[in-house]
């Protein structure tokens, strides 16, 4: 890949912060981000971004796209062009900021199984109990403005990620940003969120002053599955605040399921597909709301390096192969099928000792609310 093959070498930028003043950048939030602290970024000059658009050989930085082409899968890559292609940007060589993502900081009401303190504050006290490395301290970015001094007057592709974006700020203030220097009404937004928060009347405004609310719920089992992987959500709340949220129905609104798979949910996706077939497949205007795959990475913490599906031992392997075959959504199957077949089979289980770490702290038991994955240890 090339810095013509990517529209977001010269289109796009990912901002996060790890405290009140400084941040690291890339282009986008599957790329590696910069070693380097900046405190002001300059989207034009600065030197990690320029680094890479001066690249013409394949970039290292952006493995996540390379390993996802690989195994058939849909990269990031290809879904900002067909992004791009969708609202007329040119894919060029010009430099200017179309394409915006932006991580509001680590506050979360969670502490999902597959992630840690670096996305989710609520982690911290158990990652300390639980003698595990943090890697990188994140304090408060709460009254970091780092994106103040960027001209958004161009940006026609804005995402927000945490966390929980909905719960802080930042994610407001920008789309007023946004209004004030440029034309909210040519923008398309979009959100990673837990559908946990629903949206203040000010943001639902500015979501309708958008050509385009894209929001992807996170969602990774349902019933007790839910609420063991993303811990200590209550699914009827969730469940029923997607819905309030879907009952917006504004013009523009556009709803998707991202589902995150790794070890915990593998033999719960058709209950998934299930429960949105049956209770949210669509919007009011008829519209479909697809499911989007993901797959649990060790980017996101510990949990993320124990439960992604390389650590499937050879019989797990072989049943999920089986059980992949089975499902109602072939898209999903070939999705996920392809990625495990990628993967050589892992003996080591240290998923195990993992989850029976986190029920000793939590109270919870992973071998009744995950039963299915259970049956193979």
């Known amino acids: 890949m090339t810095n013509t093959e990517c529209p977001l070498y010269n289109k796009g930028l990912y901002i996060e912060k790890i405290n009140q003043t400084d941040a690291h950048v890339a282009m986008c939030c599957m790329q590696i981000m910069s070693p380097e602290f900046y405190t002001n970024v300059n989207f034009h000059t600065n030197d990690y971004l320029e680094k890479i658009r001066n690249t013409d050989a394949k970039i290292p930085a952006c493995v996540s796209c390379f390993e996802n082409e690989r195994n058939g899968n849909q990269s990031y890559r290809q879904g900002q062009a067909a992004a791009f292609a969708q609202q007329g940007i040119e894919q060029n060589h010009t430099v200017e900021l179309k394409s915006f993502s932006y991580n509001?900081?680590?506050?979360?009401?969670?502490k999902c199984i597959t992630c840690g303190?670096?996305?989710?504050?609520?982690?911290?006290?158990?990652?300390k109990?639980?003698?595990?490395?943090?890697e990188q301290i994140k304090s408060s970015g709460k009254h970091n403005r780092i994106f103040e001094s960027l001209d958004l007057?161009?940006?026609?592709?804005?995402?927000?990620?945490?966390?929980?974006p909905l719960l802080t700020q930042?994610?407001?203030?920008?789309?007023?940003?946004?209004s004030q220097q440029g034309n909210i009404s040519d923008l398309i937004v979009s959100y990673n969120t837990n559908a946990t928060v629903f949206p203040t009347d000010n943001v639902v405004d500015l979501w309708k002053r958008t050509k385009m609310t894209k929001l992807f719920f996170s969602i990774d089992g349902t019933g007790d599955q839910f609420e063991y992987i993303?811990?200590?959500?209550?699914?009827?709340?969730?469940?029923?605040?997607?819905?309030?949220i879907r009952d917006l129905n504004f013009p523009g609104l556009w709803i998707e399921i991202g589902l995150t798979v790794g070890v915990s949910n593998l033999f719960y996706l058709q209950d998934?597909?299930?429960?949105?077939?049956?209770e949210f497949s669509q919007l009011h205007n008829g519209d479909p709301i697809n499911i989007f795959i993901n797959f649990v990475n060790h980017k996101l913490g510990r949990g993320g390096k124990v439960l992604g599906l390389?650590?499937?031992n050879d019989r797990t392997k072989s049943a999920a192969i089986e059980y992949l075959d089975s499902l109602t959504d072939k898209n999903i199957a070939a999705s996920v099928k392809g990625t495990i077949l990628a993967q050589q089979p892992n003996d080591n289980n240290d998923w195990i000792q993992y989850l029976d770490d986190l029920d000793r702290l939590r109270g919870t038991n992973w071998q009744h609310s995950l039963s299915k994955l259970a049956k193979y240890i």
Do not use: A
């Open 129 to 134: 109990k639980l003698n595990y490395k943090i």
């Open 230 to 244: 993303r811990f200590p959500g209550v699914w009827d709340q969730v469940n029923q605040n997607m819905k309030n």
């Open 272 to 278: 998934i597909i299930d429960w949105r077939d049956r």
């Open 310 to 312: 390389h650590n499937l």
């Open 104 to 110: 509001c900081e680590n506050v979360c009401n969670l």
């Open 153 to 164: 007057s161009k940006v026609e592709l804005m995402h927000f990620q945490g966390g929980e």
């Open 117 to 127: 303190p670096k996305y989710s504050s609520l982690w911290y006290p158990e990652y």
């Open 170 to 178: 930042d994610h407001e203030l920008i789309l007023e940003k946004i």
